[in-house]
């Protein structure tokens, strides 16, 4: 069964930095695809950042060259470390995989960037 635990939300002022980290249980490696996603306050999710086939990352052009994805498969966890951040980053931000053809999605975390 696979679950998702994220966890590192919180509130920052614009310009600091916050890191989130999913762990994925049964593994990473089982998982056909892995990343970020967030939901704006009144928007629809959105992609922030994933690992695609063969190993290359996508990010989304608002956060290109402020995010960077990361995993490690010895603990399972995905991360997304967040620097320079805007207050147009403030969402609930989602883990979420596939696996056989079905998405999964962690519970969501909170981040707020206060100006």
């Known amino acids: 069964q696979v679950q998702l635990v994220e966890s590192g939300g919180g509130q920052v002022q614009a310009g600091g930095s916050l890191r989130l980290s999913c762990v994925v249980s049964p593994s990473l490696v089982s998982m056909s695809s892995t990343g970020w996603y967030r939901r704006p306050p009144g928007k629809q999710r959105e992609l922030v950042a994933a690992?695609?086939?063969?190993?290359?990352?996508n990010y989304a052009d608002s956060v290109k060259g402020r995010f960077t994805i990361s995993r490690d498969v010895a603990t399972n966890t995905l991360s997304l470390q967040m620097d320079t951040l805007k207050p147009e980053d403030t969402a609930v931000y989602y883990c979420?995989?596939?696996?056989?053809?079905?998405?999964?999605w962690g519970q969501g975390t909170q981040v707020t960037v206060s100006s």
């Open positions: 979420g995989v596939n696996q056989a053809g079905r998405t999964y």
């Open positions: 690992y695609v086939d063969g190993g290359s990352t």
